[in-house]
């Protein structure tokens, strides 16, 4: 983008002074999507940031009120397109607190290791995007060499890299494939390693530290104030994770620490993400050792699909139930309930408001994302050149698909 | 989920008559408070020593069409050192309007941008109540219950309804 607005012009002993409004985005490599950032120049010096979103608003919430609750998994995977299996357990739990049923134990342990696999990927991303965008390259081929090895996994519980959907009301689709433990355990050692060598690789590196350690700084009360949540909350020093605080599913059972941080600049924030990684790895591993046996969903005909499919060609009630559940979806009882989970990016919460019918009257999504993004726009401390825009944007961590839902 | 037992006989005194509690609730205590009064509970919420109420998690628009008064407003608060959770409930008639709380937690910016955007809710005294996902052209709002699913009929979107189909006039 070269075309800029001037907006004062003053002539000076050496030269002329000018303030202008430059576009950062939509298409730019470091905004990591499609933002649109206007900035207001003075020379090198930023005097104001103004988002520009929705570009990649595609009426989310709209469609959920025309979809059936079972349909609307696959559109709760593209929010934070990088972690889908999260999107869907935030959702899968909203819709069970208001039927009134819980999964069995062992979709609960599934859907939480899927979580935590899907938490590595997402801030394996970001551990090596924001050195790329601040100038460290090396980083980002080696940290999206290891999530390959994470979609690898998702492929192999869901079949699909990406978007999983795999969570179902009630429980999983499926139950994990033979051999499937084994090759997560393997996957945590080789991991487990590589971590470390990130760290090193970057946390001595001069060059990254003098864009990121002690440039966008955000105080405790403020980061509370701006509703941040997540590693970006944590990073400013507040001890305040939803695993812990609120526990969902089967998080009591596991033993983590909670990652904080004092300063709340960008490597605190890089620095979080890194260690909770850490944690990540040891949670998924408690739960590979702690999984029992047993269901993967519940056994109810009205809600979830037959676990046995050969019934649906021999019973008849079967393969009615399987058709009305298909066809027309099931109806939740009237009420509302807010379900929130600590997502990769934060608080990611669901407002479902149900009319007793088969579709949501109202699924409002509270995401993480959105939230954190609207940092940007305050005068956080140190936030001063154009390059510390870049730095502070990357450290935030948005995915756009979950800002713009 | 949350604990229930947030110490909400305090607030109901306080504020006697005008704040009532909502019974139906089930998943976390609700009051439901008039828009004039909105501010000044929040920023009691907020600032109760007991209470501590420091974290507004969401706002949530809601469009009750044909139901008058047809609009709400649901504010999620989170007390981070009781881990508490607590539900505000608004209900605005057309047309919706609210004051702002923005001077209280700074995150309602975006989220009252949301509201305005998706459902025509305007804030009074909001530092800059513009559109946030539609561009500033755009015609209506199209979370409310009255606006089609695919859009009005216009030129870059030959499938959607036109306004006559939805009784919207013109």
């Known amino acids: 983008?070269?075309?800029?607005?001037?907006?004062?012009?003053?002539?000076?002993?050496?030269?002329?002074?000018?303030?202008?409004?430059?576009?950062?985005?939509?298409?730019?490599?470091?905004?990591?999507?499609?933002?649109?950032?206007?900035?207001?120049?003075?020379?090198e010096?930023?005097?104001?940031?103004?988002?520009?979103?929705?570009?990649?608003?595609?009426?989310?919430?709209?469609?959920?009120?025309?979809?059936?609750?079972?349909?609307?998994?696959?559109?709760?995977?593209?929010?934070?397109?990088?972690?889908?299996?999260?999107?869907?357990?935030?959702?899968?739990?909203?819709?069970?607190?208001?039927?009134?049923?819980?999964?069995?134990?062992r979709a609960q342990y599934i859907r939480v290791i899927m979580a935590e696999l899907a938490r590595i990927s997402g801030h394996l991303l970001i551990t090596?995007?924001?050195?790329?965008?601040?100038?460290?390259?090396?980083?980002?081929?080696?940290?999206?060499?290891?999530?390959?090895?994470?979609?690898?996994?998702?492929?192999?519980?869901?079949?699909?890299?990406?978007?999983?959907?795999?969570?179902?009301?009630?429980?999983?689709?499926?139950?994990?494939?033979?051999?499937?433990?084994?090759?997560?355990?393997e996957f945590c050692d080789i991991f487990a390693d590589r971590i470390s060598d990130y760290e090193t690789l970057l946390k001595n590196n001069r060059i990254f530290l003098a864009r990121v350690e002690n440039i966008g700084n955000i105080a405790a009360g403020d980061a509370i104030a701006l509703g941040l949540t997540g590693p970006n909350l944590r990073a400013?020093?507040?001890?305040?994770?939803?695993?812990?605080?609120?526990?969902?599913?089967?998080?009591?059972?596991?033993?983590?620490?909670?990652?904080t941080r004092k300063d709340g600049d960008c490597y605190d924030r890089w620095k979080c993400r890194l260690d909770e990684m850490r944690e990540s790895l040891r949670m998924i591993r408690q739960c590979v050792k702690q999984m029992p046996k047993g269901d993967f969903l519940v056994d109810d005909p009205k809600?979830?699909?037959?676990?046995?499919?050969?019934?649906?060609?021999?019973?008849?009630?079967?393969?009615?139930?399987?058709?009305?559940?298909a066809a027309y979806g099931f109806k939740v009882p009237k009420g509302e309930v807010y379900a929130a989970i600590e997502a990769p990016k934060g608080e990611l919460g669901y407002y479902l408001i149900s009319d007793g019918s088969e579709k949501p009257f109202r699924l409002k999504v509270r995401s993480p994302s959105f939230v954190n993004l609207q940092a940007l726009t305050e005068r956080t401390t140190n936030v001063k050149y154009l390059a510390d825009v870049i730095a502070m944007l990357g450290s935030l961590d948005p995915v756009m698909g979950e800002v713009d839902k | 989920m949350m604990a229930a037992e947030v110490p909400l006989a305090k607030v109901l005194e306080r504020f006697g008559g005008k704040v009532e509690l909502d019974e139906t609730a089930t998943d976390m205590p609700c009051l439901f408070v008039p828009p004039d009064d909105?501010?000044?509970?929040?920023?009691?919420?907020?600032?109760?020593?007991?209470?501590?109420?420091?974290?507004?998690?969401?706002?949530?628009?809601?469009?009750?069409?044909?139901?008058?008064?047809?609009?709400?407003?649901?504010?999620?608060?989170v007390s981070i050192p009781n881990h508490w959770r607590l539900r505000l409930k608004c209900r605005l008639f057309d047309?919706?309007?609210?004051?702002?709380?923005?001077?209280?937690?700074?995150?309602?910016?975006?989220?009252?941008?949301?509201?305005?955007?998706?459902?025509?809710?305007?804030?009074?005294?909001?530092?800059?109540?513009?559109?946030?996902?539609?561009?500033?052209?755009?015609?209506?709002?199209?979370?409310?219950r009255d606006f089609p699913l695919r859009g009005y009929k216009d030129n870059y979107n030959p499938l959607g309804a036109t306004r006559r189909d939805v009784g919207g006039g013109a």
């Not at chain 1, 179902?168 to 033979?178: K, N, S």
């Not at chain 2, 919420?45 to 709400?72: K, V």
């Open chain 1, 236 to 259: 400013s020093g507040v001890d305040w994770d939803l695993r812990r605080d609120a526990p969902y599913e089967i998080y009591d059972r596991l033993e983590f620490n909670v990652i």
């Open chain 2, 95 to 144: 047309p919706p309007a609210a004051p702002t709380i923005t001077p209280v937690w700074t995150t309602a910016n975006w989220h009252e941008r949301e509201a305005y955007d998706m459902y025509g809710i305007t804030f009074d005294g909001h530092p800059d109540l513009r559109r946030l996902y539609m561009w500033d052209e755009f015609d209506g709002f199209p979370m409310r």
């Open chain 2, 38 to 77: 909105l501010v000044e509970l929040c920023l009691f919420l907020r600032d109760d020593a007991e209470l501590q109420f420091n974290f507004l998690s969401d706002i949530c628009g809601l469009d009750f069409h044909p139901e008058t008064p047809r609009f709400m407003l649901v504010y999620h608060l």
């Open chain 1, 1 to 43: 983008m070269t075309e800029v607005t001037t907006l004062q012009e003053t002539k000076t002993g050496s030269g002329y002074a000018r303030e202008v409004l430059m576009n950062l985005g939509p298409q730019h490599p470091s905004t990591h999507g499609v933002l649109r950032l206007l900035l207001q120049m003075d020379g």
């Open chain 1, 128 to 185: 090596g995007a924001l050195p790329m965008d601040v100038g460290a390259m090396t980083s980002l081929l080696y940290t999206m060499r290891d999530r390959e090895m994470v979609l690898d996994l998702m492929e192999m519980i869901s079949g699909v890299r990406m978007h999983t959907s795999f969570v179902r009301v009630g429980g999983v689709r499926e139950d994990l494939p033979e051999g499937c433990e084994a090759r997560i355990l």
């Open chain 1, 45 to 105: 010096i930023v005097e104001r940031i103004e988002p520009h979103i929705g570009l990649l608003h595609r009426g989310t919430e709209k469609l959920f009120e025309s979809f059936t609750y079972t349909q609307i998994f696959p559109l709760t995977d593209r929010l934070d397109y990088l972690c889908p299996p999260s999107n869907n357990l935030g959702y899968a739990l909203a819709v069970e607190a208001l039927l009134g049923i819980e999964a069995p134990i």
């Open chain 1, 303 to 325: 809600i979830a699909f037959p676990v046995d499919k050969d019934l649906l060609a021999h019973s008849m009630e079967t393969h009615i139930h399987h058709f009305e559940l």
